[in-house]
Nanobody
Framework: QVQVVESGGGLVQAGGSLRLSCTAS????????MGWFRQAPGKEREGVSCISRNDIITYYTDSVKGRFTISRDNADNTLYLQMNSLRPEDTAMYYC?????????????????WGQGTQVTVSS
């Protein structure tokens, strides 16, 4: 059974940084495309950043380009999202997703596995 567990969210002031982590189990981690999605109250879920299984392709939604960096440690089955220069509009629940597609954006699939989410709140 595939499982992903996020950590690292919290409350931070605008301009601050956070690093989200996602630990995966029950899968061959390096063979899976992984991603981060977020959902703010009253808004649709959006793909924030994702990385292909061979690390060749990474995607960032326009609003986070230059501020967020996605990375993965295949030895530890862990996905990271380094978030710098945080803005109040980054406030959302952030979800890790395993088994997605990375084609011009992050695509969730019918068999995508989701974590429980970690809350990121950025105060102004």
């Amino acid at each position: 059974q595939v499982q992903v567990v996020e950590s690292g969210g919290g409350l931070v002031q605008a301009g601050g940084s956070l690093r989200l982590s996602c630990t995966a189990s029950g899968l061959t981690f390096e063979d899976r495309a992984m991603g981060w999605f977020r959902q703010a109250p009253g808004k649709e879920r959006e793909g924030v950043s994702c990385i292909s299984r061979n690390d060749i392709i990474t995607y960032y939604t326009d609003s986070v380009k230059g501020r967020f960096t996605i990375s993965r440690d295949n030895a530890d089955n862990t996905l990271y999202l380094q978030m710098n220069s945080l803005r109040p509009e980054d406030t959302a629940m952030y979800y890790c997703a395993a088994d997605i597609r990375v084609v011009n954006r992050c695509w969730a699939m019918s068999d995508t596995t989701w974590g429980q989410g970690t809350q990121v709140t950025v105060s102004s």
